[in-house]
């Protein structure tokens, strides 16, 4: 029989199991159990849409057997089994090979990263096994198929005697080295404790042979071996447990079990509710984004049980969008089995559920920021910019929701703050929640438009992520603070008495600056004297809503909108720049064009903005130079 070879990523990964020096290689049997209980899941759906086909769950389990003889551990399975193609299409192929290619640059030699990011599922089997069989005869047809593998240099498939519908996985486990001990995984008590450890919340009973002894027949103080199947996992759903006899251990190992993430969790939040709506619900905020989490391809959504029956795996209906990267699961009696994707939909009970988490989640995130600073800003740094999109959709229908859980970098304290606590710190003179949008922290704290207000000691945000802006319009004020980008027309600070310009010197420059705008015509609005710069020559402001940030973003989008913020060129009149200015204005006409450009470019530089035409630039450079 010909040998089939792996695809090229499996092989990879194969490999990587099979030289794993991953201390962990317990986990292979949870990874099987949990595809075996998957397997049994699939029949339950079936048998919900299907009403030839009775489910009687005594007929459904799984049972792991162990063989020291013939060094063979088989884990079997009642559910739906796998046809030839199927056997071929998830066995011969890794599932998470999405996943796994986006990982690949940054794995870790020894496949530890892979294993801690991503369940491997099956191949895991081969941190343990030299050789894999997998017999499976699938629901509705007649004939079984033999899957095995020996490694990397590929696999077979045959067909194969098996009575019942179901898989039956059975592992040659390796043989022990000097470093490495595998009888370990031969031994029911060692077995037995593995399953309770990573499997104990299972649905379906996982059973094992337990041997025991008894006197034996007939002579005097001898005994006989016995066998007595036992259930090993206690199959009371976390969910329906009681808070309090529970560890974070097992919430844990629930998140893991159940591949809700490959990360630990952040923070559970268990709910048992039985007011207007009756339901229990194990819902968990994960520590790292998912990789696919800011892309389309991410589905929201979280496991719906009625009753503890699997009914959907990611009923979306549950969870806002801002809130979409909550996992978990809900149970609830009060929902029909059968209920369509549609109804459920206009389902009121759903709705009321749907309502009754949100409002869950928002104080559990409350009281992270409030007692638990740490876990909040990690928490921040994975979601924050979804809870900003949160606030930025629907015409900013739920900021009032989401303002206090918001986030900025802060000039004074050097990290991320809550609006609350910037208002609170606010001198009493300061009239606006200021900030600057840039590119990076690095970049805008050498932006000289902050110069003033940094100068009067106000503190300034920073919004460096590109939907800060856009988040920031809806809310338009914050305990009746209104916001005011440092690049914005007018500061609202008052010029100190030296500062201001006698009417003389308005006037004189009044003709300069229109001069300059006249050169600049079609580029800036109107060439002014700064009331924010200090120390710089010069820098851009805007005047209206859209500033320069927004109009960056709102061009680099997909069908990128032809918008131009009103952008006005600010001159520090202070500045020894503009003695220059001053005097190549009197009679020089073609100085004063040159400086002109020259100022405006470097405006448009400092802001991260292209220069017009970077050859005309550099000549104008040399130009001054010689
Ligand atoms: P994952 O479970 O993450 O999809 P695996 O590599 O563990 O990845 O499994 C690949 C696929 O093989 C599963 O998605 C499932 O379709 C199938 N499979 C694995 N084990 C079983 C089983 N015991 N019964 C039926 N199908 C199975």
Request: charged share 30%; net charge negative; glycine share 6%.
């Amino acid at each position: 029989m010909a040998k089939k070879e792996f695809k090229a990523e499996s092989k990879r990964l194969l490999e990587m199991m099979i030289n794993s020096i991953y201390t962990q290689r317990e986990i292979f049997l949870r990874e099987l159990i949990s595809n075996a209980s998957d397997a049994i899941d699939k029949i339950y759906y079936k048998a919900l849409a299907d009403e030839g086909l009775v489910f009687n769950k005594e007929d459904y389990y799984i049972k792991v057997t162990a063989d020291k003889a013939s060094r063979t551990l088989t884990i079997s399975d009642t559910g739906i089994g796998m046809t030839q193609e199927e056997l071929e299409n998830n066995l011969g192929i890794i599932a998470n090979s999405g996943s796994f290619a986006f990982k690949k640059d940054n794995e870790a030699k020894d496949g530890h990263n892979i294993i801690g990011q991503f369940g491997v599922g099956f191949y895991s089997a081969f941190m343990v096994a030299d050789d894999v069989t997998v017999v499976s005869k699938a629901l509705g047809s007649d004939q079984a198929f033999k899957w095995e593998s020996q490694g990397a240099d590929g696999y077979t498939i045959e067909p194969a005697e098996k009575d019942a519908i179901g898989t039956e996985i059975t592992l040659k486990i390796k043989s022990n080295t000097e470093d490495d001990n595998y009888d370990e995984f031969l031994e029911e008590y060692r077995l037995k404790s593995i399953i309770k450890k990573y499997s104990d919340f299972i649905r379906f009973p996982i059973k094992m042979d337990i041997t025991g002894s008894k006197p034996k027949e007939g002579s005097e103080g001898e005994f006989e071996e016995t066998k007595e199947e036992q259930t090993v996992n206690s199959m009371v759903p976390i969910w329906r447990k009681n808070k309090n006899e529970l560890t974070d251990e097992d919430y844990n190992n629930f998140y893991t079990e159940k591949r809700y993430g490959f990360d630990k969790p952040l923070k559970h939040i268990h709910i048992s509710a039985d007011g207007a709506v009756v339901y229990n619900a194990i819902l968990f905020i994960p520590e790292n984004t998912p990789f696919d989490y800011y892309t389309k391809e991410y589905e929201k959504g979280l496991e719906l049980y009625s009753n503890g029956v699997l009914i959907m795996n990611k009923c979306a209906d549950l969870l806002p969008d801002y809130f979409s990267f909550v996992k978990g699961m809900v149970d609830s009696e009060d929902l029909s089995l059968n209920i369509s994707r549609e109804m459920l939909q206009h389902d009121r009970q759903l709705t009321l559920i749907a309502k009754n988490i949100k409002s869950k989640i928002k104080s559990q995130l409350l009281s992270l920021l409030k007692d638990e600073r740490e876990q909040y800003e990690k928490f921040y740094t994975s979601f924050g910019r979804q809870l900003k999109f949160g606030v930025y959709n629907d015409y900013g229908m739920e900021k009032e929701t989401l303002q206090n859980l918001l986030m900025f970098y802060s000039s004074k304290e050097k990290k991320q703050v809550t609006l609350a606590e910037y208002v609170e710190r606010m001198p009493e003179d300061q009239k606006y929640i200021y900030y600057a949008s840039g590119e990076s922290v690095e970049r805008i704290e050498k932006l000289p438009q902050t110069e003033m207000v940094s100068d009067k000691g106000y503190e300034i945000l920073y919004f460096t992520d590109d939907i800060d802006e856009f988040a920031i319009k809806m809310i338009m004020s914050y305990k009746e603070k209104e916001f005011k980008n440092v690049s914005s027309g007018d500061l609202g600070i008052e010029e100190n008495a030296e500062d201001k310009p006698s009417e003389a010197e308005e006037n004189e420059n009044k003709e300069l600056f229109e001069a300059m705008q006249g050169i600049l015509s079609g580029k800036v609005k109107a060439v002014k004297a700064s009331k924010r710069l200090k120390s710089h020559p010069v820098c851009l402001s805007t005047e209206g809503e859209l500033t320069i940030e927004m109009e960056k973003i709102l061009k680099a989008m997909p069908n990128g909108q032809e918008v131009q913020a009103d952008k006005v060129l600010e001159i520090n009149i202070h500045h020894d720049v503009f003695k220059s200015l001053k005097a190549a204005a009197e009679g020089d006409k073609e100085k004063l064009g040159l400086y002109t450009n020259l100022l405006y470019n470097q405006a448009l530089l400092i802001e991260g903005l292209q220069v017009n035409d970077p050859v005309q630039f550099t000549n104008d450079i040399c130009k001054i130079m010689v």
